[in-house]
């Protein structure tokens, strides 16, 4: 009778905190008191939060997410610009969701969307990437780039889950229509004369893989895979 409690009630708790990580999924947006703009993009498994004031981008963290048992946000840094010693590391934070505010700490973000209607939310690596008529495969291991969108926005990373080594970022808006992904760039690290930007690239979802194509602003063609994380099991 015990054993069957016990099932019982972790059952419930696994459902409840299923129920409630989609409450939290999607995009989150913040201005702080400092004017920072903030945007945090939640998905399944798997999270990006980004600093920026104006055309300059400030700072960038992320990795993966869950709820605990004590109805906490645990989450686990894989990059992180302003502290390179936190990647690999977990912390717990106190949270309480309010209709379409998120408040942690001394933070409250507004709900964007809830990872509609972008049918590529999610947390995407790259696997392939067309070199002189060829596709490559790579296969992400330490070293990853990632693209992780909700509903409305988007962003990449490259970074060493491993070293904390972080080659760069850049994020925003997002559509998907008619066959066209256009990304509105609202940060760059590298380069912030790009804020403002619109890229419109050709996709097609072929066998859960998102297929990512346009010609390079040299005409040269780009022919990149992503797959889905949570299907890679990384």
């Not at 099932?7 to 409630?20: D, G, H, K, R, Y």
């Not at 390179?84 to 934070?93: A, I, L, M, T």
């Not at 990373?157 to 256009?182: L, Q, R, V």
Request: some cysteine.
């Amino acid at each position: 009778m015990k054993t069957l409690c016990l099932v019982i009630s972790v059952f419930l708790m696994t459902a409840f905190n299923s129920q409630e990580s989609n409450k939290l999924s999607g995009g989150w947006q913040i201005t702080t008191n400092k004017g920072l703009s903030g945007q945090w993009i939640m998905a399944e498994k798997h999270f990006a939060v980004t600093f920026y004031k104006g055309n300059d981008f400030k700072y960038t963290y992320g990795g993966s997410w869950k709820l605990t048992n004590n109805n906490q946000i645990e989450i686990t840094y894989e990059f992180h610009t302003d502290d390179k010693e936190k990647v690999g590391q977990k912390e717990k934070f106190d949270y309480t969701l309010k209709r379409k505010k998120l408040e942690i700490g001394d933070l409250t973000w507004k709900r964007t969307d809830e990872n509609k209607p972008g049918e590529l939310a999610g947390a995407w690596l790259i696997t392939g990437r067309e070199r002189n008529g060829e596709m490559n495969t790579m296969t992400p291991g330490a070293r990853k780039t990632m693209k992780i969108l909700s509903g409305t926005y988007f962003q990449w990373i490259a970074y060493n889950s491993e070293t904390g080594d972080f080659m760069g970022t850049g994020g925003g808006d997002y559509t998907t229509k008619n066959g066209k992904y256009t990304e509105i760039i609202k940060f760059f690290s590298r380069d912030n004369s790009r804020v403002g930007a619109e890229l419109a690239f050709n996709y097609e979802l072929k066998n859960e893989e998102w297929h990512h194509s346009r010609k390079s602003s040299k005409g040269d063609p780009i022919y990149e895979i992503w797959s889905d994380r949570v299907d890679l099991g990384i």
